[in-house]
């Protein structure tokens, strides 16, 4: 799903909705952050709170579900890409650093 089509869900959210989503998500954060390693499926929160949800509101938490199950989670290995080095035309693959120190990535804009 795409961010503008959760945008648009949530726009569609009665007042009463926006409460009921509101305290999935805090129940959903508190939940998480409790659990062993704070790894608890948005999937399995939905499960629990999923009953007598209007459908607009039940939209609204399955974004919230599907955005938590896309990308990498804690544990997955990182597929293997290189970068050119700034400043030269060297590059360095990830994989390079496998078995040394962790690597950080940082992406944003330095303009």
């Given at each position: 799903?795409?961010?503008?089509?959760?945008?648009?869900?949530?726009?569609?959210?009665?007042?009463?909705?926006?409460?009921?989503?509101?305290?999935?998500?805090?129940?959903?954060?508190?939940?998480?952050?409790?659990?062993?390693?704070?790894?608890?499926?948005?999937?399995?929160?939905?499960?629990?709170?999923?009953?007598?949800?209007?459908?607009?509101?039940?939209?609204?938490?399955?974004?919230?579900?599907?955005?938590?199950?896309?990308?990498?989670?804690?544990?997955?290995?990182?597929?293997?890409?290189?970068?050119?080095?700034?400043?030269?035309?060297?590059?360095?693959?990830?994989?390079?650093?496998k078995g040394q120190k962790p690597v950080a990535l940082i992406f944003g804009s330095y303009t």
């Amino acid at each position: 799903m795409l961010k503008a089509d959760r945008d648009q869900i949530m726009e569609n959210l009665s007042e009463d909705d926006r409460k009921r989503f509101s305290e999935f998500i805090d129940y959903y954060r508190a939940k998480r952050k409790a659990s062993s390693g704070g790894q608890m499926p948005a999937r399995e929160m939905f499960e629990v709170v999923g009953d007598g949800l209007t459908d607009v509101a039940r939209q609204a938490m399955e974004a919230v579900v599907q955005r938590d199950e896309m990308g990498p989670h804690a544990g997955d290995v990182p597929p293997d890409f290189n970068l050119k080095l700034i400043g030269s035309e060297d590059r360095v693959r990830l994989s390079s650093f496998k078995g040394q120190k962790p690597v950080a990535l940082i992406f944003g804009s330095y303009t």
